[in-house]
């Protein structure tokens, strides 16, 4: 098998993270999105859509999206659990999880890519080589999707210990990664959400954060 | 258990017809979001974020997000399996649901609500009573996701008999609802793309896609 990844980009670092916490290591073939390298003709070859990461199996299967890769090492390796261990929990991290990605990791992005000059014709990832424009609303859009995040951020961690219930799981990922991300654009963790500040606290020292 | 629909709205279909090809039925309950009745007291009471559908289980839990309600059913009565029988299937209807949700459903979302009079104060959904003015460049971008949508079902289907390999799936399922939605904002399956209209015609007609 080998990884596809980007060491500095959020969506990857999601992937990685959720891999150390099953102590699963695999080949990291590093690509640069920053400096444009994913849309080489080299690697979308790879992955035409130009999306990290991207999984390769042994048989030459590829697939991108971060929740397929780890959809698929959750059915191979069980343990520990990160997508939920019954039907009300997989439902719920699913849920959760969802509203971390569109709020937090979604909401950074358009702020992100939308007023930087290096993806002013990228605004949108995923669309191979076609040119997206940046569309400047989006910044404001993406700012009201990072306070959303925030918000809802804290209330669900007034009903358990962790973003999705009472164990560590791929919301939890998710969430950390987001918080990190929107710190890119200036957005930091409000000082009187006291529950996220302490589940921060937590889960950023964990071993697997610094995949 | 509870349903909480719209008959009209693509999402809450998607849950539809995946319960229709378990064979599951539940109690529906009547939520317009044409008419806003999503972003009324009483439904926020029930879904602050005013999202459709929501299940509600027996012990009160409430949860939204489509592929939240249809990995609760997948666990609880796996057959027929919509969300893959393997490793490498999951994973493979994970990232193909996902491009199809993505490019279709909110492409087409951001042609619809960010031009059509009803949705100038919300333009993204699940931000509750919160405004999020329409964005005209959405229009664009949206437009430019639908071609991509149909360009990659085209692909998708040139490698197996349905979206995601050769059995009927929730990948399907989002197309199919993804090909109708974006029929509103007069889209329509390029006539060249001719696996995708024998594909069509062949997943239209399902008992399901009534639901």
Redesign the interface.
């Known amino acids: 098998m080998k990884f596809y990844d980007c060491a500095i980009a959020p969506n990857p670092r999601r992937a990685r993270i959720f891999l150390a916490e099953k102590g699963i290591s695999l080949p990291m073939i590093e690509v640069d999105i920053l400096k444009g390298e994913n849309l080489t003709p080299a690697y979308l070859a790879i992955n035409p859509r130009g999306l990290l990461p991207t999984?390769e199996?042994d048989d030459g299967?590829r697939?991108?999206?971060v929740?397929?890769?780890c959809?698929?090492?959750e059915?191979?390796q069980p343990s520990p659990p990160l997508l939920g261990r019954?039907?009300?929990e997989?439902?719920?991290v699913?849920?959760r999880q969802?509203?971390m990605e569109?709020d937090g990791m979604i909401g950074g992005s358009e702020v992100f890519r939308n007023q930087h000059p290096d993806f002013a014709q990228r605004?949108?990832p995923?669309?191979g080589g076609?040119v997206?424009?940046a569309?400047p609303?989006?910044v404001e859009?993406g700012t009201?999707?990072i306070a959303?995040f925030f918000k809802w951020l804290e209330i669900y961690l007034g009903e358990g210990e962790f973003v999705a219930g009472d164990i560590f799981t791929m919301a939890d990922i998710t969430a950390l990664c987001a918080v990190d991300f929107v710190a890119w654009v200036k957005f930091s963790i409000p000082p009187e959400n006291t529950r996220t500040q302490a589940w921060y606290a937590k889960v950023a020292t964990r071993p697997s954060a610094s995949a």
Do not use: V
Request: net charge positive.
């Open positions: 999984l199996l299967t697939f991108d999206e929740m397929a890769i959809r698929y090492f059915r191979i019954n039907a009300k997989i439902a719920m699913e849920s969802r509203k569109f605004s949108l995923g669309a076609e997206i424009p569309i609303g989006l859009r009201q999707s959303r």
